[in-house]
């Protein structure tokens, strides 16, 4: 909708920039929300950082592809919900963003329904459902008409032989999920199953920790309770467990868990183990900060003559001959490993074998 816009008014002069644009004001959307909603938690500085540094969602947003922008989107549905989560407008203004988003990319469709069931049964409570479908029934009804056909192409990519809201690889969820968010910032195995064991333990911290009041930690329980439902679905349906770009959306979801357990682990500590998870944090962000510098090539970034078919080809040729690719390669080489191992068909671990991933 923002190309066909913004071509109209440059009498159809479609280029490069053009179709890269709504991915561009996503990342202008995405940068503010990360910096408001960060400066609600202790450690701001670390919550921006996880946000910021993810080199791998900062590819998409210089792409002409809808992974960015739900991602965006997303953020700022979240941002919206959780300024207010017992206000009505606010639950509405959420729903249509997440709805936006689920345009942008299918697979949140999933996340839509998700959100509907959660706040129904949490912040606006059974007892409510009707006095705030007659409040806001107007803007219920335009959104349901605009989801329709929504749901319909929803529907479409999800007819026997192909995902629910994972690729082709039919992974599990810890190839997927657990591992998958890792892998946004390192290709390397071991670091990968260290930073997942950090997050996904922080979360289940936050959860011992307030497992009596529970839903004052909300990100929290809504990541766990969409995981929970895809996990669900996906074994019901026989689908694969998102991976790759498709987990991007629910990205800032992830970290404002993180920082929520981060948080209830701060206020339980004493001083002296206060301290130390300072320093922690403190590390964490350098690091983070660190790896995002030496990972991002902002010339690839910044080049708008698609550039990366030649590096797609260079990937190809080396998974079909066997040779090892060019040491001098951007890190988002690697990012066509997932689309190489679908095209010829060879498994996860030759690909990487193939292409030098593992070092």
């Keep these: ?36 909603i960060s400066k ?40 919206v919900y959780l300024s207010d989560r017992k206000s009505y407008k606010n639950i509405l203004g959420a729903l249509v963003l997440f709805v936006f988003s689920s345009y942008a990319i299918l697979s949140n469709t999933v996340f839509v329904l998700t959100f509907i069931i959660y706040t129904s049964l949490t912040d606006i409570g059974l007892k409510n459902i009707l006095a705030f479908v ?11 008409i605009f989801s329709i056909y929504q749901v319909f192409l929803f529907l479409q990519v999800t007819k026997d032989g192909l995902p629910l809201v994972g690729n082709e690889n039919n992974f599990g969820f810890y190839q997927g999920v657990f591992l998958g968010y890792a892998a946004m910032f390192t290709s390397v195995e071991i670091r990968q199953v260290i930073f997942s064991s950090v997050l996904f ?30 996990t669900f679905l996906s074994f019901v349906m026989k689908k694969p467990m998102p991976e790759g ?23 339980s500590l004493k001083t002296p183990m206060k301290n130390i ?16 510098y030496k990972k991002i090539d902002m010339q690839d970034i910044r080049n708008f003559n698609n550039s990366d078919e030649a590096t797609r080809r260079t990937i190809y040729l080396a998974a079909i001959t066997g040779e090892k690719l060019p040491k001098d390669l951007t890190p988002q080489a690697y990012f066509y490993i997932e689309k190489i191992e679908t095209d010829l068909g060879k498994n996860f671990e030759k690909i990487q074998s193939i292409s030098g991933s593992k070092k």
């Design 40 to 79: 609600k938690f202790s450690f701001s500085i670390l919550a921006f950082a996880l946000l910021t540094t993810n080199y791998f969602l900062n590819y998409y947003f210089s792409l002409a592809r809808g992974y960015g922008l739900a991602t965006s989107l997303t953020l700022a549905g979240i941002s």
């Design 201 to 230: 333990g922080l979360i289940g911290i936050g959860i011992l920790f307030k497992k009596r009041n529970i839903l004052e930690l909300p990100s929290l329980v809504l990541f766990v309770t969409y995981f929970s439902v895809v």
């Design 1 to 36: 909708m923002l190309i066909f816009l913004v071509s109209s008014m440059t009498n159809g002069a479609f280029n490069e920039f053009i179709i890269r644009l709504p991915n561009l004001i996503g990342t202008i959307i995405y940068l503010y929300c990360a910096y408001k």
């Design 245 to 267: 770009r498709v987990l991007l959306p629910m990205f800032p979801l992830l970290v404002l868990s993180v920082m929520e357990a981060l948080d209830t682990l701060n206020y």
């Design 277 to 292: 998870l300072f320093v922690f944090c403190v590390l964490a962000t350098l690091g983070l900060s660190y790896n995002f």
């Design 134 to 144: 007659r409040k806001y029934f107007a803007q219920l009804l335009l959104l349901g």
